[in-house]
């Protein structure tokens, strides 16, 4: 039982580039969600999903999409990377309303 | 938005004492928890904690819903306490909006 996986764990980028995370769990959760952390801000949401083939805005939605293919993979996009969004990634899943389970993170640098 | 403040935001520790986080919100909420992120940047739940008190070990926690504010305590500190507690909130919805955390310190 792996839990929230996350990949890939570190990249790096040059502004203007794209790339895409993966988040895959296996606890048949519902609703699963992206966050990013910077320092001394916690944690802010980006986008989240209830579901599969749902997705919906969080705190800071711009600049990222994201899609619901398959209820276990939730996947995080960046089309133009910015220095601004360099920064670690976390994505988390859990049943409605209940215990959220977070994936290692993944660390991000926009040069 | 619901508001979440912690308190404090730095704390200091020698191994043995205990401690109490606070965590201060501005709405009535149906969902609060606590989370510990150890130095690696690893997250884990500790409680899943919308009211009432909760003990697991060493931690406790009390969500006192109708005064807006969660405790948490944490007894007989080990060096292996050490890092940033977060306390998250959601009313009504299942977007969780953290607050900015406790930065934990517990020396030998």
């Known amino acids: 039982n792996a839990g929230v996986t996350q990949t890939p764990k570190f990249r790096v980028l040059k502004t203007g580039q794209s790339m895409t995370l993966l988040c895959a769990q296996d606890m048949n959760h519902e609703y699963m969600y992206w966050y990013r952390q910077d320092p001394g801000m916690g944690l802010r949401l980006i986008h989240y999903s209830v579901g599969e083939g749902t997705t919906a805005k969080g705190e800071v939605p711009d600049g990222y999409n994201v899609s619901r293919l398959k209820k276990q993979n939730f996947l995080l996009g960046l089309e133009s990377a910015a220095p601004s969004q360099t920064s670690v990634y976390f994505c988390?899943?859990?049943?409605?309303?209940?215990?959220?389970?977070f994936g290692e993170g993944s660390r991000l640098t926009v040069l | 938005g619901i508001q979440v403040e912690q308190s404090p935001p730095d704390l200091i520790l020698q191994e043995g004492a205990n401690s109490t986080l606070r965590c201060n919100f501005s709405?009535?909420?149906?969902?609060l928890q606590w989370f510990h992120q150890n130095p690696w940047g690893q997250l884990i739940n500790l409680f899943y904690i919308p009211s009432g008190t909760k003990q697991n070990g060493r931690l406790s926690a009390t969500t006192v819903a109708t005064e807006r504010y969660s405790l948490l305590y944490i007894s007989s500190s080990q060096t292996t306490d050490s890092g940033v507690y977060f306390c998250?909130?959601?009313?009504?919805?299942?977007?969780?909006?953290f607050g900015t955390g406790t930065r934990l310190q517990v020396f030998p």
């Open positions: 998250a909130v959601s009313k009504d919805t299942d977007k969780l909006i």
């Open positions: 988390a899943s859990s049943y409605w309303f209940g215990e959220l389970f």
């Open positions: 709405d009535s909420v149906n969902n």
